[in-house]
């Protein structure tokens, strides 16, 4: 990292605190314009609740011809939380400054708020007033709690179709959606029969920027944005297709970028999606501190920007967001050798079977065994775990040998049976497992051992498909559920979302799917419902 770069990080840290902390500054402090056009155009959002706060994100944005053409200089952003959508109530209110350095985005995060509570907020900068967007608390630790409306989505590629399915997800009064990763897609899509992203390759901060303001201006996902609390996670191609922790990936086809500037790229887009979701400052204040750490001792790559958490709801839910991407070892064996995934085929690869390779990196292994063994995740009655990819092992092969996928459990299996292990020995109850990548949904028994189709059901799977990205269609749907028994139900052609209602006695699962992703009309349909009673790690079709 050059000097002015390392200043510029060290800039960014302490700019970070600014634009979340409450700041108590005169009205007419720094940057209170009259605007000539909407600067809340990419709309309003809240996330990473808890039971006594909240975090509410918007950013400034006034497109123009080279993207946001809001200038240099930092804005005094206000905010207010209310018990009322009137705003006659106001619970807390503040300020805080939305600088450029971090695009002009805000992350207020509120503290001292009362538990499962649903509030109003707003943001107001001069003479401008945001959409109002509705957010919540979660109960208590301790609080006996009887029902949670959990959605879960993924991969919403903005050239594939239209992303109508927010819409619809309106209407299912959830308390909580958790987002699984590829909230934007980093290819140019020339070939796209549907629409084209503006901006070819996204490569550079600027360009990371202009993508997602591209994706945050529709209309349907600034409205689902604004209906709860959104629980975030990444996978790949918020960075680069098929990356591997500080191994470049590969996006098949002509990326202009070099695998020799991979850490650097990488840093620039964790930048931008932190300037973008509504996460806590403390996740990149961390990944910034290890940048300038590590410039300043002549290293790389000490960037993290740590994303996997723990969020308690009552005693009804632990809710677990994984991170499979940033620590995650190169995928083995890949075709060619080229950076990437592929199909393998096992009995071929000498490193398919490494116990010591991981998907989530050694120290979130260990973290997440910790937090298993703790009192209180042996007293919630299910246990919900939000990552990126399907769990359960599918074999591609129909009939003698094998074919698996080497990019996501599959690939790491010795890292597969450490985890499974782990809710054996800690005997964690009810573990529920939630994906997205596949843009298929696949419903499964997660098993102890997939050498043994007795073996026991350690949990349940519910991977789901994508917004709008593309999949191959059903014409070997019915062959890979017959190889693979553990799963009861999957279909690779429909697009949309999944529901899960717990209660203390059972959760209930609804594939809801639309009719055709490249309609901004479409309808939504229900695809299968699935129910699991607690203590019994059984799918029923329900």
Not at 302 to 314: H, K, V
Request: proline fraction near 6%.
């Amino acid at each position: 990292m050059n000097p002015p770069e390392l200043q510029n990080r060290r800039r960014l840290l302490q700019l970070i605190g600014t634009s979340a902390a409450t700041l108590w500054l005169p009205r007419g402090a720094w940057g209170q314009p009259r605007w000539r056009s909407n600067p809340f155009s990419l709309g309003v959002a809240s996330g990473s609740p808890t039971f006594d706060s909240v975090v509410l994100w918007t950013r400034l944005h006034v497109p123009g011809l080279f993207g946001n053409s809001l200038g240099r200089e930092p804005v005094a952003v206000r905010w207010e939380l209310a018990h009322d959508d009137q705003f006659t109530r106001i619970a807390r209110s503040g300020q805080v400054i939305a600088s450029p350095e971090l695009a002009h985005s805000v992350h207020a995060e509120v503290a001292g708020l009362a538990a499962d509570r649903w509030y109003f907020y707003r943001f107001m900068a001069g003479d401008a007033v945001s959409p109002v967007g509705r957010t919540r608390t979660f109960p208590k630790p301790d609080a006996v709690v009887g029902r949670l409306r959990l959605g879960y989505a993924s991969c919403q590629k903005w050239e594939d179709g239209f992303f109508t399915a927010w819409r619809h997800m309106r209407e299912e009064n959830l308390d909580a959606v958790m987002f699984l990763g590829d909230y934007i897609y980093e290819y140019p899509a020339k070939n796209s029969k549907v629409r084209i992203p503006s901006g070819g390759w996204v490569l550079s901060l600027d360009d990371y920027r202009q993508r997602y303001a591209l994706y945050k201006g529709e209309a349907d996902l600034q409205a689902m944005h604004a209906a709860c609390p959104w629980l975030m996670t990444w996978d790949d191609h918020e960075v680069q297709n098929d990356y591997a922790g500080l191994q470049a990936g590969n996006s098949g086809f002509s990326d202009p970028s070099s695998p020799a500037n991979f850490l650097a790229r990488r840093a620039t887009a964790y930048q931008a999606y932190y300037e973008h979701m509504p996460i806590r400052a403390s996740a990149l204040t961390q990944g910034l501190a290890g940048l300038v750490n590590a410039a300043g001792k002549g290293g790389g790559s000490g960037a993290e920007m740590r994303i996997y958490t723990r969020l308690q709801y009552g005693r009804l839910a632990s809710l677990y967001l994984l991170d499979a991407r940033q620590y995650k070892d190169p995928q083995a064996c890949t075709k060619g050798d080229a950076l990437g995934s592929s199909t393998v085929n096992p009995a071929t690869c000498p490193h398919w079977k490494d116990p010591k390779r991981s998907l989530l990196g050694l120290p979130q292994e260990r973290w997440l065994n910790d937090e298993f063994a703790k009192p209180q995740s042996r007293e919630t009655r299910w246990n919900v775990l939000g990552q990126q990819s399907l769990v359960g092992q599918r074999d591609y092969k129909v009939g003698p040998g094998q074919a698996f996928w080497n990019d996501g459990w599959d690939g790491y299996a010795g890292a597969r049976t450490r985890f499974t292990d782990s809710l054996r020995q800690h005997a964690l109850p009810n573990p529920v497992l939630l994906g997205g990548d596949m843009h298929e949904n696949w419903v499964g028994h997660v098993k102890a051992d997939y050498a043994d189709a007795s073996s026991a059901n350690v949990g349940v799977e519910f991977c789901g498909t994508s917004i709008t990205s593309r999949s191959g269609g059903n014409a070997k749907t019915a062959e890979r559920l017959a190889e693979n028994p553990h799963f009861v139900f999957a279909d690779a052609q429909r697009k949309g979302y999944g529901v899960v209602e717990f209660t203390p006695t059972q959760l209930t699962t609804t594939l809801r799917v639309v009719d055709d992703v490249t309609s901004r009309d479409t309808k939504i349909e229900t695809l299968a419902s699935f129910a699991v009673q607690s203590g019994r790690p059984v799918i029923e079709r329900a």
